[in-house]
């Protein structure tokens, strides 16, 4: 008898709980994130932030520099030792409630059951290696591939992408990482790509796509989609002859300033501002 009571115990417990997990889903939910000790928040993100990022994730994807895959990050407005990004769901179909805060070793403060991009580790590594950086796009336009793996370099072929002149390295994760599946998946292919990176606007990543970054999310979203222009204006004129005229170091010089991208980017957000509602 009293074996059956022993039995049947444990059964009733495990139904009790059961139930239990059903009507405070939430709570049991929340468990987990206080087992693993996430970081904590920076508080409430800017709306208008949010709003923008939302945007930047639209129009990285109608320009065609994002499709189904990469992502676009900003410094949180209240520490700089947190960003925000979307958990992963494709650019495209980005909205405020799919949006992260992240620490800079890409800890999420508030996961839940989201999934975070793998890629998470291109964003904080950049931003712990540079101060100066509100924002980073990473992106797999076909258009830059070529460069990442031909040997030549990519080029400031017109004034629009003159950025491209403060030079934009190749990143060759096979110097880091031997074989590998190209994903920069863990902090140390992070901080070895921001190594590549040092203090320029983009670097190129053989084989796989690219990284740009900016003081803001106009101006990483601006050179990202300048970024895809210019390498098939170069592409192009490489095709139609050998004798490319590029822009010179002191234009790119003179040039300085015109990628904050502002009045595009109020025309970018227009066209995309429909879509978002
Ligand atoms: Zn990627």
Not at 23 to 39: I, K
Not at 180 to 191: C, H, I, Q
């Amino acid at each position: 008898m009293a074996d059956n009571k022993s039995i049947a115990r444990p059964g009733t417990r495990r139904d009790f709980l059961a139930a239990f997990a059903a009507l405070t889903g939430s709570m049991l939910v929340g468990l987990p994130t206080r087992l693993r000790a996430e970081p904590a928040s920076a508080g409430p993100a800017d709306p208008h932030l949010i709003e923008d990022l939302v945007a930047a994730n639209r129009i990285l994807a109608a320009e065609s520099v994002v499709d189904g895959y990469g992502h676009v990050s900003v410094r949180h407005d209240k520490d700089p030792n947190r960003y925000l990004i979307a958990r992963s769901v494709a650019p495209e179909l980005v909205t405020a409630a799919d949006i992260l805060e992240l620490d800079l070793d890409s800890n999420a403060v508030d996961l839940r059951e989201r999934k975070m991009y793998l890629e998470r580790f291109i964003h904080g590594e950049i931003y712990k290696a540079r101060p100066d950086v509100k924002s980073v796009v990473h992106h797999h336009s076909a258009a830059v591939i070529p460069f990442g793996v031909s040997g030549v370099p990519l080029r400031p072929i017109y004034h629009m992408a003159a950025f491209i002149g403060l030079g934009v390295p190749v990143f060759e994760i096979r110097d880091v990482a031997g074989m590998t599946d190209l994903l920069v998946k863990t902090p140390e292919l992070g901080k070895a790509l921001a190594r590549t990176l040092g203090d320029k606007p983009a670097a190129l990543m053989r084989g796989h796509g690219a990284v740009v970054v900016g003081e803001s999310l106009a101006m990483a979203v601006g050179r990202s989609i300048y970024l895809q222009m210019d390498a098939r204006l170069q592409a192009q004129a490489m095709a139609l002859g050998d004798h490319v005229t590029y822009l010179e170091p002191g234009e790119v010089e003179k040039l300085r300033g015109l990628d904050s991208y502002d009045r595009a980017w109020e025309l970018w957000k227009r066209k995309v501002a429909g879509a978002m509602k």
